[in-house]
């Protein structure tokens, strides 16, 4: 297992290495105590849960620091991506169908009425959670080799049914009219 300070060691460097500029935070944001780590672009900030990360191999940690630097890529370097994955960077969606878009700096935040595996789905499918669990994975294993736990890693990051873009155009829409009302 790693430690704190050596995956700050390694979100240091990998900022110098690919010209990111964020804030590193192990205090997680209130509603996100059961996640392994977020990046929020209002804060500029990649958040990192140790209580849950301590009890993970080096591999799996270094897997979600990774996942979340890539997310911090898309957003500070977004010219780096294609044009699909860009615009869904504004839309975030959760298990329970709560949905944010990032509107003139500011998250807003409604409810949409479906099953939860629908937006489970949705969610592992969005084009920059695909990306960074791709990103994360390729970096683990160029650092810590493949493994039987790494490959269950990504495969428990991905949707069971890929979503096609104008299913996803289909979704931002409904995101918008519910921030309308």
Not at 139 to 149: H, K, M, P
Not at 154 to 179: A, G, H
């Amino acid at each position: 297992m790693a430690d704190k300070q050596a995956l700050e060691a390694f979100a240091r460097e990998f900022c110098a290495e690919n010209g990111l500029h964020l804030a590193l935070s192990w205090e997680m944001p209130v509603g996100y105590e059961t996640a392994y780590g977020t990046y929020d672009i209002v804060e500029n900030t990649l958040f990192l849960n140790w209580a849950l990360l301590e009890k993970l191999p080096r591999g799996q940690q270094l897997f979600y620091l990774c996942h979340e630097l890539r997310h911090g890529m898309q957003y500070q370097q977004p010219e780096q991506f294609s044009p699909f994955l860009r615009e869904s960077l504004p839309y975030v969606l959760l298990y329970d169908g709560t949905c944010f878009r990032l509107q003139d700096g500011v998250w807003r935040q409604g409810k949409l009425e479906g099953e939860e595996a629908y937006f489970t789905n949705a969610y592992l499918g969005f084009p920059y959670e695909m990306d960074a669990n791709q990103f994360a994975y390729e970096q683990v294993c160029l650092r810590c080799g493949a493994s039987e736990a790494l490959e269950r890693l990504l495969t428990r990051s991905s949707p069971e049914k890929l979503m096609t873009e104008e299913e996803y155009q289909q979704l931002f829409r409904r995101i918008d009219e519910k921030l309308a009302t």
